[in-house]
């Protein structure tokens, strides 16, 4: 009862806020999650062929500027106003949704991703601080609790259905999110109410500077700043859920397993996220980790609430660890889909025990501060991301890089990859020079040069995350 009590006391602002950041979430991880996929499949597929490293530069530097812009832009939006810096937010991320869309080449496809991440940036900071301030100490913890359970129902919708929209075309994935934001407008235009009074006296220059020179002010405590210093390698390995993941097992694992064994159980369910071919798209697997934190999230926080933040931190992110070794070490689709419940698991226990942590050390007149330095190990953490998953996933499990290292071995002739020739033409071609079908081309390939090797790179970072966490604990924060 005291839950239904509470939930009267939400004014419609606040359920305004709510259903604009499920929509917001639902178009960006819509296209997010298959973002790497548009990037670096073949051209003859309907997407842009680009290279693992080419991919890596522009989602983890728009990444990144989207986790650090914040700094700047809510002290934009207290001077103008949350409601004009919405409909700009919505305005950036629906030209930027546009122009993915459109542009083919690395140039062109790097500026309209900065542009769509800045989109981002304008939005990150308000609705949360919107969360906030239509919350008392009474209904906070059910509010955040309700903001958290909507980033996931977007999180878990959007790519759910973009799985099924990429297998007609590309253009449908970009025109769902494009028209998910759109609704955005309206909910903005009927729903939302101006929350402040916009500040006057120091200019809006003055007011970026201010940000800044308080980022200094909180970066001055070293412990913290060595703390989110160890931070970086969890978002590093975290954000290769959406790097490197559907990458991977569009490379390298046949899902019809899994298809065949939901259809054996719901055929109807199977028949309605599979694919034609008896298969279930990368996307539309990447998505349950949102599904699972749906499902789990409660049990899992009344689980790690009796830990200390720091010890609930580095078992969830030994656990992800594990997560992440069974999502990149084998072909087998269910253990790949438990891979992803394992790392969900981890994610559960490890992500909003940053938070809590970040605001427990804080002093109590610099929280604030402390909040908003908090999402510099997630930007550091995109960019380093972005980096592993380019170069470093190319060397040791892209498909083709590899074959093209068997082609020099064996001295064939084979023309380069090209605005005519693509990627799938390539490995055809090896194919048959090689006396083999495409299937038995990449069991080689996997068999000789063992792409799995990347779980190492991975877990690794993961694991040595929980190393420096438990030397700092011991030896930094002991004294």
């Known amino acids: 009862m005291k839950f239904l009590s509470v939930l009267k006391n939400y004014n419609t602002t606040f359920w305004a806020a709510n259903v604009i950041e499920l929509f917001e979430r639902w178009a960006w991880y819509g ?11 073949s051209k003859d597929t309907g997407a842009l062929g680009l290279t693992q490293a080419q991919k890596g530069i522009i989602m983890g530097t728009g990444s990144m500027l989207l986790y650090f812009l914040p700094v700047i832009t809510g002290a934009i939006a207290d001077k ?126 003055k007011s970026i500077a201010n940000a800044f020179v308080n980022i200094g002010i909180t970066l001055q405590n070293w412990k913290y700043v060595l703390f989110l210093i160890i931070m970086i390698l969890f978002w590093t390995a975290f954000n290769q859920l959406y790097y490197s993941f559907p990458v991977f ?81 084998n072909q087998n689709s269910w253990l790949i889909l438990l891979g992803i419940l394992i790392f969900a698991l981890g994610e559960m226990a490890s992500s909003p025990k940053f938070t809590e942590y970040v605001g427990r050390i804080a002093p109590e007149d610099k929280k604030a501060l402390y909040m908003g330095t908090s999402f510099l190990p997630i930007a550091a953490g995109h960019q380093l991301a972005g980096w592993l998953s380019g170069g470093v996933y190319e060397r040791i499990a892209d498909d083709v890089y590899l074959l093209k290292q068997e082609v020099a071995k064996r001295g064939l002739s084979i023309p380069e990859i090209s605005d005519t020739f693509s990627k799938n033409d390539f490995i055809s071609a090896a194919a048959e020079k090689m006396n083999m079908t495409n299937g038995e081309l990449s069991r080689f390939i996997w068999e000789t040069y063992h792409p799995s090797n990347i779980w190492i790179v991975y877990a690794g970072v993961a694991v040595s995350a929980v190393v420096l966490l438990w030397i700092y604990n011991r030896f930094i924060l002991a004294k």
């Open 31 to 41: 296209f997010y999650m298959a973002f790497a996929l548009y990037l670096v499949n």
């Open 80 to 205: 103008v106003g949350y409601k004009r810096i919405l409909f700009l937010s919505f305005s950036v991320y629906i030209t930027g949704f546009y122009m993915i869309g459109s542009f083919e080449t690395f140039g062109w496809m790097f500026f309209a991703f900065i542009w769509t991440c800045i989109g981002g940036a304008l939005f990150k900071p308000i609705i949360s601080a919107m969360i906030a301030r239509n919350t008392t100490a009474e209904t906070s913890s059910i509010g955040f609790g309700i903001f958290y359970m909507m980033i996931n129902i977007g999180g878990f919708i959007g790519p759910f259905i973009a799985g099924v929209l990429m297998q007609k075309s590309w253009d449908f994935v970009f025109y769902m999110s494009i028209i998910t934001m759109g609704i955005n407008y309206f909910i903005t235009a009927f729903f939302f109410r101006e929350p402040i009074i916009k500040e006057k006296g120091s200019s809006l220059l």
């Open 249 to 329: 097992v569009e490379q390298w694992i046949d899902t019809s397993p899994l298809y065949d064994g939901i259809h054996a159980v719901w055929p109807w369910l199977a028949e309605a996220i599979g694919t034609s071919d008896g298969t279930i798209t990368s996307v539309t697997l990447g998505s349950m980790d949102a599904f699972f934190i749906i499902v789990f999230q409660l049990m899992v926080s009344a689980l790690v609430m009796r830990f200390r933040p720091l010890a609930a931190m580095m078992g969830g992110i030994l656990v992800l660890a594990g997560g992440l070794a069974l999502m990149f070490s």
